[in-house]
């Protein structure tokens, strides 16, 4: 349940509650109680049935992902399925339950948008699997997000081939004075 929804709908009960108090018509029961039960369960509702369909199509969506690192992220991209994994730095949006996380990888940066929370809640600091799709403005590369359809806490981040090889070679280099 968002933090606001939950705020709005006090401060709505307790406007009827006041009104039916100062007038003693039974007008604001009759219609504000059905009202609140609706601004609470609607949502809710809403939120289980998006994820039970996230959850079933998941596996599909995995199957048909594409392994990149930020830097791979491209305008050309936008729709494609992707996993990713990076750390988490930075997490907004918690308020509205529509967390939008700041990745990083070895390679940089990215945005990822999840529009309900994940289960677990994944805080700053952890290593992270995201599997979702690439949207964004198609004219600028620096607008792209990844809108995340799940995100999963790892053990630790995997290493391409790439990253290995410039790993070894770093520990060749001999400094000379």
Not at 40 to 56: C, D, M, S
Not at 113 to 129: H, M, N, S, T, Y
Request: aromatic share 8%.
């Amino acid at each position: 349940m968002p933090p606001l929804l939950l705020a709005a709908t006090v401060f709505f009960a307790v406007m009827c509650a006041m009104t039916f108090g100062s007038t003693k018509d039974l007008i604001y029961i009759y219609i504000g109680l059905p009202l609140c039960a609706l601004l609470i369960g609607f949502p809710l509702w809403v939120a289980y049935t998006n994820e039970k369909q996230v959850l079933r199509d998941a596996s599909q969506y995995r199957s048909q992902a594409k392994f990149v690192r930020a830097r791979q992220l491209s305008p050309a991209m936008r729709g494609s399925v992707v996993l990713m994994e990076g750390k988490v730095l930075k997490v907004t949006g918690l308020m509205m339950n529509k967390p939008s996380y700041l990745i990083q990888d070895p390679t940089g940066q990215v945005v990822a948008k999840r529009f309900a929370l994940p289960d677990p809640l994944i805080g700053v600091g952890a290593d992270v699997e995201i599997l979702g799709r690439v949207f964004g403005k198609a004219a600028n590369a620096q607008s792209l997000y990844i809108n995340t359809l799940t995100i999963k806490p790892v053990s630790s981040l995997r290493q391409t081939s790439e990253e290995a090889q410039s790993d070894q070679e770093k520990l060749r280099i001999k400094k000379l004075n």
